[in-house]
């Protein structure tokens, strides 16, 4: 099989309850060792212990918790994020720059390293009319993820979860070195699911996204690795 190794940039977002639904849904990549996102569900089932074992088997990690609070409580529970190893993590940049500056002071280490850190902009779950009307921010979608990236580019964040729409803005906004990292994305025949801004791979990667964060196209997919292989192929135009 050819080797995929030198584009990890599609993430698989582990959203199982349990270790073992973990395990069992990794034996079908084999020696493979695709960049994985643990979420809520799975850390709180399971704990850090699960982000040591994946690390120690050798899987990049984003550790997507989105931590939303006041600047002191993010920062230390950055700190213990940042003593986990993982090479991503993200919070909400709705917790404002300050929370932001809080969170990179606790990822860094005493020797200068720290894991990636991302902000999410808007969920892309949440429509610009569901955005205007429940939380009453009445701009439009577009200028609200690029006010939040700008935002968190000056607390030195190095980018922002976003929709893939929203990734070529966001580079226009921040500069291409800011890296845009899209879920919401879906192959062209599936089923959309409770996400709302979505697009194919191959369109996320015109659009100039960093990575592609997949879980129901993959996960849900008879043939995971399969799947996986055709979102590195659509995403890397190979
Ligand atoms: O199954 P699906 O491909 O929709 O999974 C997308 C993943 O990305 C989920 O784990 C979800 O929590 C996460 N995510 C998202 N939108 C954001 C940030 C993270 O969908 N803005």
Redesign the pocket.
């Known amino acids: 099989m050819k080797n995929y190794t030198a584009y990890n940039n599609v993430i698989i977002?582990c959203?199982f309850s349990s270790a073992e639904r973990t395990y069992d849904f990794l034996k079908s990549f084999g020696d493979m060792r695709p960049y994985l996102?643990i979420?809520m569900e799975l850390f709180y089932a399971e704990g850090p212990k699960i982000v040591r074992e994946l690390k120690d088997m050798g899987f990049p990690l984003f550790l997507?918790l989105?931590l939303h609070d006041i600047p002191n409580t993010v920062k230390k529970a950055m700190a213990v994020l940042s003593s986990l190893d993982v090479d991503m993590c993200n919070l909400h940049a709705a917790g404002t720059i300050d929370m932001m500056k809080a969170a990179i002071e606790g990822l860094t280490r005493s020797d200068g390293t720290r894991p990636l850190l991302l902000a999410?902009t808007?969920?892309?779950?949440t429509s610009e009319e569901r955005m205007q009307k429940e939380l009453l921010i009445s701009c439009k979608m577009s200028e609200v993820v690029t006010h939040y990236a700008l935002n968190a580019m000056q607390a030195g964040l190095d980018g922002v979860?976003?929709s893939p729409l929203e990734a070529q803005i966001v580079k226009q906004k921040c500069g291409q070195k800011f890296l845009t990292v899209t879920?919401?994305?879906r192959f062209a025949e599936s089923a959309v699911?409770?996400?709302v801004r979505v697009t194919t791979p191959a369109m996320a990667h015109e659009l100039g996204s960093d990575y592609i964060?997949?879980?129901?196209?993959v996960?849900a997919a008879d043939n995971p690795q399969e799947a996986y292989i055709r979102c590195l192929k659509e995403f890397n135009n190979l």
Do not use: E, I, M, Y
């Open positions: 977002a959203d996102k979420g997507d989105k999410v808007q969920l892309t779950s979860v976003c879920p919401g994305v699911n409770d996400q964060v997949v879980g129901r196209p996960t």
